[in-house]
């Protein structure tokens, strides 16, 4: 794919490489933040390693990293050349840690892939139809937890923008 979300898996294909020769995928990944003035870098880790075939082409597989949501440039040195491309990492929710509670439950609301820039970075919790307050990924490469507590009657809590549930129920 050209994009996933963080753990799925991926296939990264190349040719026209010396056969036999062991290649390095590496990914490009954006590290740092905006809140202590020392600003952000792109810095570049190896995710997949593979063998030329015969014909000179390549197969990389690898799971999504753990990162920030967004574009990631991937190369690999071909004798002092790069051959670049690039992939998109999805921003996904994790599965709710609590679906059913009475009022006051404590559960957690866990995304992944969460992108880095001005406009990616920031989430905004509606609950009910009610604003309860946004979430920045950028200081935790791409991982937020927004912990919340279930309030109201019994019965299905959305804003009417999402589809995201939460049983809420009596006991």
Same mark, same amino acid.
């Given at each position: %794919? ?8 991926? #296939? ?33 880790? %190896? ?5 030329? !075939? ?12 753990? !990162?920030?949501?967004?574009? +990631? ?28 509670? %009475? ?20 989430? +905004? #919790? ?27 009657? %019994?019965? #299905?809590?959305?804003?009417?923008? +999402? ?9």
């Amino acid at each position: %794919p050209q994009f996933a979300g963080v753990g799925e898996p991926v #296939v990264v294909r190349g040719g026209a490489l010396a056969a036999g020769k062991t290649y390095q995928l590496n990914w490009t990944r954006v590290v740092g933040n905006r809140m202590t003035g020392q600003g952000w870098e792109e810095s570049s880790t %190896p995710v997949a390693q593979a063998v030329a !075939d015969a014909g000179g082409k390549v197969e990389f597989r690898f799971k999504t990293p753990d !990162d920030l949501g967004g574009i +990631h440039g991937l190369w690999l040195d071909n004798g002092g050349t790069k051959k670049i491309g690039a992939f998109w990492v999805k921003p996904t929710a994790l599965p709710m840690d609590v679906t059913r509670g %009475p009022a006051g439950t404590t559960f957690t609301i866990h995304l992944k892939g969460v992108g880095w820039t001005e406009t990616a970075n920031i989430y +905004h #919790v509606d609950y009910d139809n009610n604003y309860t307050g946004y979430v920045c990924a950028f200081n935790s490469q791409g991982d937020v937890q927004i912990i919340m507590k279930a309030t109201g009657a %019994p019965g #299905v809590h959305r804003s009417e923008e +999402h589809t995201s549930e939460l049983q809420s129920h009596h006991d």
